[in-house]
Structures are given as C-alpha cells and as structure tokens.
C-alpha cells in the first residue's frame, strides 16, 4: 500500500486507513516479515478504519503465568521458602504487532527472563515495562525507544532489590507504578505486597504515594488527570471481598473510593478510561462523554494474571451503584488487560490469543495467537497496548507539602451516613483514631496466631480528637500512614466503626460528609463547622498505656486477678475457662472469650455494621468487667486497659515475630490414637456432618468421618457454630496442666476427679457427661494423658511468643535484616533480641520525616 494513484484503486475503507498510516511505514516492514495468509479480518478492517483509526501497531508482552492461583503472586518468593519464586521462569519476550500485514517483530527476547505490563509513552514511541532479567530474581522498569525500523537501545529506570511492576506514565512527564520497595507481605498469604509510588521519567526520587498494607494494581490516568488503581484491603473485615477501584491525585493526595469497597464481592481490576465517542480533546468530559471505564471483574477473590470478565462501568451514578457496571457484549470469559478504543470496541489478552472485542455487533475476532512453539512453553499473551501518540490528560499540580509531617482531617457531621439509624445528634464525643499496621513476614491465609477469625493485622491506638456539638471534627494526622477512626460515646464506648483506612499526604486536609454517608452526594461542605473555629486538634495518645495490646501480657493479669478464682481450667464455672493455659495454639481464656461470644470483633465479615454491633459497646465482657457479672469491678486503668484491647481487634498476639511459631500439633486422628474410636464414638461420632447443620454433640474423627480436628475446614465449623466452638481442639485440651484437658476431665468419673456422673445412656447433650474411665489408673486415660503430654512439650520446645526467652524464627529474622531493622550481623542464637522493639523499629521505617 502506498500512496497518490495507487491508493485510489483499492477498497475506499483502505484509502482512509492509508492516509493515517505514516509514510514508509509499511515498506519498513518488509515483504519477507508479512505472513503470506495473513490480512486483516472483517471486524479488525472496520475497527482500523472507525474507532482505531491511527493504531497500525500494538506491543505486547508474552510469558508464562504466575506460579501461584492468586491475582497479586507473580513476583517475589515465598515467604517460608525463598527458593520458590512466584514468577514462571519459561522465558518471555516483547512484541511489536502490525496489525495491517501481521508482521511481527520480537524487540525483546529473554529465554529464562520475565517481562510485563507495557505502557506506551504519549509520543507514541516509548515503551516503558517491568522487565525481570534472565537469572536475576526481581524486576525493575525499563524503557525502549521504537522508530518504523526497530528500536533503540533499552534503558533501565529503576533499579535495586525489590519488585517495581505495572507503570504507567503520567502526564507531567513523571511515571506512577507498583512496588515491593513498601517492605511488606500480604495479611494473608504467604507473598509480598506492592503499592503505588511514583517517580521521575529517569526513576529518580521514587516515593510512595499511597500507605496500604495490601496490594495497590493496575495503576491508569483518567482524563482529568487522576490515577485510577485497584486498591485490596480488609479492616476487620472480610479478607477476599474488597478489591475495588479507587482513584488519588498523582501525588497521593485525594484518595477516595470509584467504584466499590462498600458492597462484598469480586476482584475489578486492570480498569482504563474508555475515549469519549465525541468529546472536547483531551480532557473529556462533554455529555457525550460519561466518563466510562473498562474493567476486568475477576470472579471470586480474583483469578490467576487477572483473567475475568470486561465490563463497562458508569461512575457518575457513585461508587456504590452496582447496577452501573454492565459486561461488554460479544466478550468470552476469562479475558485480560483491556485497551479500550471506543465503548463498543477493545483489544484484551485470553491465554496465547490478542482478541479483538466489537461489542456493537457482539462478536470477537482472534487478531494475533502465539506460535504453537510458545503455547507448548505455556506462555501466554499479556497487555496490548496501543502504538499512537496520544493527548495527555489534564496535568494537575502537587498539593502535598513535603515540608510538613502530617495532615488535616475535616469530618462535617459524625452523625451523617447511611447505618446510623438511632445515632442522635451530639451523641458522639470523640473520635479514636487507629493505625494499620504492615506485616514484615506471613505464613498462613488465616489470621492466627495475631487473632481466631478476627484481626488479620495488628492495630496500632494513637488516641483520640474531639468532636463537635454540630459533629465535626477537625484534627491533625501522621501523613501518609493508614488511618480509621471509631466513633465513640460520652462513655467512650464504640458507636460507629471504620472499616476501611484513610490517609493524607504530608500538608493535605481531606474532608468527607459523615459517616459512611453515600458518596453521590455532596453533604454540608459550607464552611460552617464549629470544629473550624479553632486550630485542628492533635491526637491525644493514652499515656502509660499500651498502643499495641497483647492478651497474654495485657489482659491475662486482669483476668488472673478478677476471675480465674471461679474460671480456672479444673473448675470453670459454666464451663468457661478464663486461665492462661496454653492449647495448641491460643490461650484457653482467649478462646473461650471469643467462642462464648463475650468479643464483638470484624471476624472475617462484612463491613458498615449497624451502629453499636461492634466493638466495646457489642461486647458482654465490658459489661461483666463493670460490676454487671458476679459483682467484678475492674479499676480504671484496669477497664481502660480491656477498652483498648476490644477496640483495637482484639488481638492475641501483640507482635508479628509470633507468625509461623509456638503451635502444637495434636493428631487425634492418627491409627496409634484409636482411644476415642473404642471409647468415645458411640456417643460422638455421628455418620455424617453437615457443615450447614452441626450435631448436638461434638463430632471426633472416625473412619467415616474423615475430617481432622485440627484440620481448617473441621476448624472452621466446631469454631462457626456454637456450642462447638466451645469444645474445639483449641481447648479440650490443656497443654500448660495436660491432666486439666477437657478431654480427660469430661469421661472422668466425678469421684477420681473428674467432671462424669451419668451412665451412657443417661448422658445427653447439655447434662452430664458419661462416665468414661472410671479412674485416672485406666490404660486408655493414661495413653490419652501421655498423648498430650507430649504436645506440651512439641509446644515448650517450639516455643510460643510469650513465652520466656522466645526467639522468632528464621524468616523473621531474615526479613527484618534485609529491611535493615536488624544488622547483618546479627546473630540468631545468642544476640539478645526483643520482638516487640524489633516491630515497632519496623513501623517507625515508614514514618514520614520531611527532609529524609
């Protein structure tokens, strides 16, 4: 194809395709590079000469998927075992497509190497990505530079030992993308944790622009100039259901939701703005232009590189309209990485494919498939991206004042939101102000040991700020460190609980309508705030008391002092044990406390809570701790300790060195332990458990039940549902006093010390228990005994936080050495070392300190 008279004889689609095509373009290709089959099919030939006029080529990357099932591990190693590599190691390449002549040109080709999420510069020329070098073990950015004959040298922009991924370029020159440089792992998981920074178009001045303690993706710029990103977290709540939109200034400042974090439910990633069919230029905006964005809704809590469904999303109805998202018409499942043209018209990536979306007539047309000989190497097509100049978006100036530490909240009215039904103006006084704290290692998709099914990180108490009479609030805040507030009474008991974190950036004052009000409106925002007649309010901490609680060392002594007189593990009144004996894996007075319900804490649920249905002001303890439970007053300090204990998670573990140790394993279902199947089975053995309706008496294993005890799915249940919960593994047995288990002392006859008195066919559930062993001298009491005795002493040896002279294990050690907390030389077996020092050096490395 040329140009003049040979163009006129030719379709007339070609002569406009043509005519936007640059000169020499073509002839740059080559007639050897043109695959002799290959021309443009009829939904690529339509889409070229309308929406993607001016897109003759697209890059892409292509490599092998992630090693691990979920969304965010594809870089870094296992936390546990640093030889295992999230990445896939069978080699990568980037791609240079010609969409007209299906030339194809491999501008990098790495056969033990990695590379990812291209982003192409205005220009339309350079092509910045993530590119992991064969052999080495992170990525770092890079960019190259391509002209009709090929490209220039690469460029490295980043560099250092950690993971910098998924850019995108700004448009004041500058480059948004996601790093491991936060020195973080996921709450839940056993992988590291990249957030949102920025940098300079040469990588230099690198600095955070967001403070989650989960995983920021998929950076974009939206038309008027903002980053719109997916931003993953859990503030006691549930840990796989708020990975949504949110969108901040590129300086970090003016974080607030775009589409979701208030209702449950699926991944919304890899989200771009959608041009505007007609449309004022580079800003957008018009009332042709709704402002869409294209986004992958990823089933579930996400699947593996993103794969899911495109939908195309109206953000004007607010973050919460559900019903403003729609699936593009014509797209199959389990597509990839959306370059949106038009709102009928995408590119995305589906396994080795580059399809073609036309959603006008609701079709797809496979553009590009890889080689048979890459598909047999399992790799995969990745992020197409455009190679066409491009308007840049609205640039909007920095508001941060890197000169000052902190920032300003301004809250208008306390009593303002949606699920404050029954909140009287005036009603709240104060608000606490709570920090999440990262996690330096994590071994488990679980919580434990930090909480049962609660807390999966540890909250950090920094005091309180006053409210208004009219409900505002205005207050100084640390800058740039995850924040949430908790609205409290003049009894300083809990009426409204934060479930997701805020921040500001150094100088900022961010402001929002209420509590939990509804985003589409615009609230009173007039200026006329009683809290704005005076200087913003600095937190008032509470002095001489712990900011991070830990059971054992904070709350055991109170419960030592006040009910373990009637609450001991031999004679617990009402069979609750309030005593400080170990069990596998928590104290049996914790667990008791969370499995009678005596704790209102997120347990892994839902968030926007009706008023008063968590923390101190839902919890019975602080109503019994008040004189209301067998006369029990605790004193002020006493109380104020419990308080601080509720309201910040209720945690067990106050320190993350307790991650991965100080667990027992108890394998009551192994052959040698055929005790309770002779003795037991009859009464607690049923033939089959229903997860959705549990027996009236606690199930043991037996041959057709195969579930283990210990095992996370039978923990699950006897820990969902009472009163199983309540005769979980977690406190049958006593690993502090093994002759003190439940699990002896309930079959026990009351005359050798125990707690049976029935006949077996008198037991029933609720009343007493069968006699068992009519003595401590029987063989099978002792085999048990002897059973538990011996986990006591796995657990002594093992070690458990709080225990004296504990030593974190190795990867906690290695971690916070590689953060430079603790020095290389550091010695594992005989340097002194104090984990709850050791953690909060590791908190204070992300403290903002203008000048550093």
Sequence with gaps: MGTGAAVRTIHPIAVMLACLLPAGAVRAAGPAAKPAEYKPGKLLWKALAGPMAGVEEVVFAVRAQGQDPHWYANFGYWCSDPQRVMYADGGAQLC??????GKLTVLLDDPQGSVRDPAVHYD?????????????RHYNLYKMRLDADGHGPMRRVTEGPFDDIEPCWLPNGDIAFCSSRCNRWVGCWHTQVAILYRCDADGGNARPISSNIEHDNTPAVLPDGRVLYTRWEYVDRSQVDFHHLWVANPDGTGQMTYFGNMHAGGLVIDAVPVPPRR?????????????????????????????????????????????????????????RDPLAF??????????????????????SEVVHELPESLRRRKLELHEPRALRPRPREVVLADRADPAQATGRFLLADVAHGRRMEGVKAGEVRKLLVLEGLPKPVNFSGGPEPLSYLGTFT??????????????????????NRPVFFVALDGRDLS??????????????????????????????????????????????????????????????????RHCVRCHDGPQRS?????????????????????AWGQVADGRNGLGNRPPRSIGSSASPLMAKLSGAHNKVKLSPAEWRTVWLWLESGAPYAGTYAALGTGEADVPFWTAEMDVLQRRCARCHCPPRVDLRHPPGKFPLPAARHPRRPDGPAYERWVGAYEPAGRRSIHIIVNLTRPECSPLLLAPLSKDAGGWATATVNGAKPGGPHAVVFPSTEDADY?????????????????GHFDAPGFRPNEHYLREMKRYGILPKSFNAAEDPIDVYRIDRAYWRSFWYTPGK
């Design 96 to 101: 240079r497509l010609n969409l007209l002549t």
């Design 124 to 136: 339309g020329q350079t092509v910045l990505f993530a590119y992991r070098k064969g052999g080495t």
């Design 279 to 335: 449309g004022p230029g580079r800003a957008g905006g018009s009332a042709d232009d709704p402002g869409l964005v294209a986004a992958i809704f990823s089933p579930g809590h996400g699947r593996r590189e993103h794969a899911g469904e495109l939908h195309l999303l109206r953000p004007d109805a607010g973050p919460d309209a559900r019903g403003s998202a729609e699936p593009v018409r014509g797209c199959p499942r389990w597509v």
């Design 342 to 363: 038009r709102e009928d018209c995408f590119l995305v990536a589906r396994a080795g494919q580059l399809l073609l979306i036309d959603a006008a007539e609701g079709k």
């Design 458 to 479: 540890l909250e950090r108490v920094l005091g309180t700020v006053p409210v208004e009479a009219d409900g505002s609030a205005y207050f100084e805040a640390p800058a």
């Design 495 to 560: 009426v409204k609980r934060m479930q997701s974190f805020t921040s500001v950036m150094p100088g900022e004052t961010a402001g929002c309508v209420g509590c939990h009000e509804d985003r589409a409106e615009a609230g009173r925002m007039n200026g006329s705030f009683a809290a704005l007649r005076r200087p913003p309010s600095r937190i008032e901490p509470f002095r001489n008391f712990p900011d991070v609680l830990d059971f054992p060392r904070d709350i055991q002594p109170i419960l030592d």
């Design 574 to 594: 009402d069979g609750v044990a309030l005593c400080g004996d170990r069990g596998p894996r928590y104290s049996h007075a914790y667990w008791s406390l969370l």
């Design 782 to 798: 002792q085999k048990l005994l002897a059973h538990i005795r011996g986990a006591a002493g796995q657990l002594e040896q093992a």
